[in-house]
Structure formats: structure tokens, C-alpha cells
């Protein structure tokens, strides 16, 4: 998922673009490059690689003019390298263009390009777009990209130029992320605002279908008719420090530590201690509509997939409501089943994922009511969805999420709790819940305390050279052992595979032996002493045994090598506090393995293409 920038205004556009562009090298790191209209025309600078060599770039050959796009790319059509780097150009050089997307019609339309004369120079599916739009008839240059978009399947946020019309920037917006900056007598275009937020605050968010004009004196919205569209300029909450490393070698550092704020931020406001309930104002969703709620469909990936696994219990627990917990890149292409009564919950810290966007989208299709737990304010599944809990976790900017799990959990347990309510849950019960709930910022603090100890676990496992291991949990642990898991997998290259504990006896058991660590997941809770009993089958094989449970449970000790303690809590709770370690024990690997912790090889933060 690439980072699109623009500027349009009287100071240079080179800084900015380029200060902007580092900020959106979370989206995609493959490759970066620069357009700006200058004395001569347009001008373009491109390299493989990170943002930092771009700059490097422009160092030597500066770019000098007041408007221009820019890019950093996740490849999905063209291998990382130069030649794909965008911008892409026309044939005649007087285009350039900037896209986040895939063009689903692109063999086509370059067949059909080619025969008409064009040559291309690149293997992506964005190049199409600049000779369409060279191939384009219209007065100008926002009429060109409207008719060369006619013939477009798939999705894009694009940003155009052309040495035709200096200082106007068109841009373009169907299936992925666009906002404008609005500035004082200058105007930004980007992916998302933690590129543009240290030169204004106010944005203007896109929908599908608009076209946007940017000169240095003025913006205007419009549909594919022309007609003026009238978009709300939105301020945005959260400033520059939330994105700034303040101190911290690493964002997943930094998020990782400031879970017990995140946590407490999600829950400021939401608990009524007396009456044992939550309050969940932006869901749009009475007791009423709960008494009416048959089934929850919770939708998500990755991290936000196993968050969902872990509300699936607590739902299940508290309101006695069933719920089923899917792929979104599966359910939106499965049997659309009507089913009255179905509430939708689409998971994701971005907002922008395309595979759960696109299965909210079937499922308000197949007549169910949708809701968001998201953490990116004014994002497109927050925009779209009935109703929705903000995590207000602040921007998380380390590729492999951390805080926004937690939070998640937290905004699914807060949900548990208001569906609960309609459900006639006994008022204790809700109200131990609820003080339950307020009590894990502190918690979470003393699991953060844990960090020396993993630090040295993580010395030992590195230096032993373990190439593998094994996540075993059970019940509601049993996604935090999936999500332990693909933490390592993610930022430190490892492979390691999560299980439920006793499915281990059917298969994945052959694959221990000395050189195998194996962590389980093991708070003391109503599933414990099974547990205890698949850590003794892992042990007769000779297996490492990585023990997470409870403060003050002494049994592990004779079985594992290693054990760590975390707070008890409530059961259903449990997994806000035994990921902890988890998340801390992938850092400190990635870390002393030497990869790059926040920019994982082949990952991007938010995947907003299928
Ligand atoms: C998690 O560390 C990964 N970055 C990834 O699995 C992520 O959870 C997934 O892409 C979903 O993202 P979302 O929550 O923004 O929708």
C-alpha cells in the first residue's frame, strides 16, 4: 500500500513532499520518488529504496519549484526497482502520476495503448493511467484524468501533474485512501495526515468517486459530472509528538510501552461502575437494537483477526450472543447469507484495509447492520460503518501492530459489556467486570515490568539459534499464542506457527525436539491443569518450554525453562496481560537479529489492495 503525497502553495515543494513522504514509509518502502513542476517543465527523481535515498538524490540534483507529487511504494505489479519507482510519466514527458492501488484492467488497457502508438517503459499497472490520460481529450487537465478514468477498472488514490497547467494538481480517489490538506494559501494532497499534519491540522477527507483540483490559491471537490461536491473540513485530534520516536529506538518500542495510556484511553468515559455497563455512545445501537441482535459476524485480518478471536469469548461470555469470527479476504467472497438480526463488527486499526472494508461492505449488502472498531480517525470504515468505538490508541506507526491489539480487546470487552445489558447479565457480574476493565491500565504496567527478563530470554533463544518455535495456548489464550506467533514471524523472519494446545497431539508434536522452543500461554484460569498437561507431553519429547502465567503460580516451574509472570485478572481479560511478554519477546529478537524492527521486508502497515 503505497504513500501518495502533494503541495501545491509559494514555498518549495521538495522539503515538504520529501518530510511527508518519511512519514507515509510505513505504508511501503520499496522505492521513492518526486515530480515537480519547475522552470522547464516537470521534473522527475526516482530511486529504489527508502525515502533517505531520495533525499540523498535531491541533495545532488535539487528539485526547485512551488508545486509537485510524490510516492513510496509497496510493489504489486513490477519488481522494487528503479524503473517501477513512481512518479510514471507520459510518453512525452509532460504527465506525471503518483498511485495507491491496482489497475485490475491493466494487461488490457496496455495492449490497447501500445496499439494506439505508447510506449512503456515500466512493468507496472500504473503507467496506464499516464498515457491515458496523455490519450485524453478535454480543456483540461481535471477533464483528461475524468475521461481517461472511464476506461479504469480497480482501485486508486492518484495524484496528476502536468507541465501544461504549473501549479495544479488533480487528484483522483475510488477504493483507496485520500485526504486534502488545507493550508493558508496552500494545499496538500495525501495517503493519510501523519504526512501532512506538521503544516496543517485541517483536512478534508475524500470518497470514493471525487476528483479534487489544487491550485496555490484555491480547492475545489467535484463528481465525474463536474459537480461541485461539499466536503467537510475535519480537524485532525492527535498531534506531532504521536508520531515523533520521542526518545524511543523503535515505534513498536514506543507502542509497545505505552500500552497502560492506550489501554486507559480507551476505556476514558466508557464505564459506568453503578450500573455495571458501558457507555458506547458512537455505536448508534440502543438496548433495544441489542434486544434485537441474533448473531455477531466479526470481520478482520491479521492482528485484528486474532483481537476478534479473543472478543468472540468475551461476547460469547457476557451476552450469551454467538458469534463467528472471519477472514475478511474469505467471508467477502463466501455465501452472502441474509440472516435478520446479524450485527457485523469490522476490526481494523487502520480503517483502510481492503479485504474488511470490502466484507463490511457484503455484509451491510446481505441487510446486516455494521459496526467499526477502528483506531484511525475519519478512515474510510469508520466513515462507512452504521456506528462504531474509536480505540483512540493515537497513531500506531510500527508496522507490526501492538497497542491497537490490546485495545482492540478492550473495545470488544466494552462491547461484551453493553450487549450485555439488554441480555439481563446479573448487575455483579457486570459491575466486576467493569472494575475489572478499569484496573488493567496498571496491570498491564506491571506486565511492561517484565522487559529485563525477556531481554535475557531473548539474548539465550538468539544465541542458541533457535530457527523455529511453537505458540500454545488454550481458550481465550489461544489466539494470543496466534498472535505471539505472527509478531515474530513478522519483524524477526523466524517461523513460528500458534496452535491451540491440545491440538498439538495431532500433528504439529513432531515437529519438537530440543532445538524447538515452545511457548505456552498459561494464565492460571479454568483450562490451566489442561494445560499443564500438554506442557508435560512437550517436555517427555525434550521440548524448550517458555512458560506466561500468573503471578504467584509456582507450578510451571518444574517444567519450564523459563517462566513468566503477568497479573492476574479476570479470565476473559487474561489476554491483554499474557501478550505482553510476547510482543516484548518478537522486539527483543528482531532487535538483536539486526532487522529492521518498524519496517519489516515485504510488510506494509495497511494493506488496501486485495
Ligand atoms: C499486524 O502486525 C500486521 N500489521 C497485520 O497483520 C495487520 O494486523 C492487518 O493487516 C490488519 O490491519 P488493520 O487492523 O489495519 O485492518
Redesign the pocket.
Known sequence: MCGVIGYTGRRQAGPMLVSGLRRLEYRGYDSAGIAAHTADGIAVRKLAGRVGGLQGLLEREPLAGTSGIAHTRWATHGAPIAVNAHPHTDCTGRIALVHNGIIENADALRELLQRDGHTFSTQTDTETLTHLIERAEGDNLEARVVAALEHVVGTYGIAVISADEPGKIVVARQGSPLLLGIGDGEYFVASDASAIVEQTRSVVYLDDGDIAVLTPDRYHVMDRDAHVQLREVDDVTWDLAAIELNGYAHFMQKEILEQPETVRSTLRGRLMFEEGCARLNGLNLTLADCADVRRLTIV?????WHSGLVGRHIIESLAGIPVTVEYASEYRYGPQLRQPGTLTVA???????AD?LEAMRAARAAGSRVIGIVNVVGSTIAREADGGIYLHAGPEIG???TK?FTSQIVALALLGLYLSESRGLALERRQDFAWRLAQLPALVARALALEPDIRVLAQSLVGQGAGNALYLGRGVNFPVALEGA??LK?ISYLHAEGYPAAEMKHGPIALIDEAMPVVFVAPHDEVYPKVLSNMEEVRARGGKIIAITTEGNGDVRRLAEHQLRVPATAPLLSPILTVIPLQLLAYHIAVLRGCDVDRPRN?A???TVE
Open positions: 478482520a485480518c491479521g492482528t485484528s476490526i481494523s486499526q487502520s480503517g483502510e484495509t474488511t508496522v507490526a501492530s491497537a505472527l509478531k513478522e510488510l502497515k495497511s494493506v
